[in-house]
C-alpha cells in the first residue's frame, strides 16, 4: 500500500514532466533485498494526472456506479460520463473478443452423430473431409 507522501512524490513526478513520458530505470524491492535496472514506462494509471486517479479510484471504489460517482462529486451524469470518456481516451485498451470459441467442425460432427442424425459413414467422410 502507497504511503500519502509517496503518492506526493510520484504527482511530482507527473507534474515535472508536465503528462510527458517519464521512464523509471531502477525498481527496487526492499523485502527482497534486490534491484532491477532497466527502462520500464510506469503504468497507464500512474501517467494520469492526481485528480484522474482520484477519479478513477473512486469509480472502482463505487463498482461503476455512475449514481454513486453523481452524489460523491456533486456533479451530473453528463459530467461524470465525459469525465470518464476522456479518461478512456487517454488510455490504451488491448481488444479482447468476449465471443465463445468457435466449435472446431470435427466436434460438431461427432456431436451430430451422437444425436442420430448422420450415420458413422457420414460422420467419417465429413472429419476426412476436413483434412
Known amino acids: ?73 456533486g456533479v451530473s451524469y453528463p459530467t461524470i460520463k465525459a469525465r470518464l470518456n476522456r479518461i478512456a481516451g487517454n488510455l490504451e485498451f488491448i481488444d479482447i473478443d468476449t465471443r465463445p470459441p468457435a466449435e472446431p467442425a470435427g466436434d460438431a460432427v461427432l456431436d451430430r452423430l451422437e444425436r442420430g442424425e448422420i450415420t458413422a459413414g457420414e460422420a467419417i467422410r465429413q472429419l476426412e473431409g476436413e483434412r
Not at 500500500?1 to 527496487?28: C, F, K, N, Y
Not at 524491492?29 to 478513477?56: H, W, Y
Request: zero cysteines; a negative charge.
Open 1 to 73: 500500500m502507497s504511503s500519502p507522501d509517496q503518492i506526493h512524490d510520484w504527482q511530482a513526478l507527473v507534474d515535472l514532466t508536465g503528462g510527458g513520458p517519464l521512464i523509471v530505470e531502477r525498481v527496487r524491492m526492499p523485502d527482497k533485498g534486490i534491484a532491477i535496472e532497466g527502462q520500464f514506462q510506469a503504468p497507464q494509471l500512474a501517467r494520469l494526472s492526481a485528480e484522474d486517479q482520484v477519479f478513477v479510484a473512486a469509480f472502482v471504489k463505487s463498482h461503476g456506479s455512475i449514481k454513486e460517482m453523481e452524489r460523491v462529486f
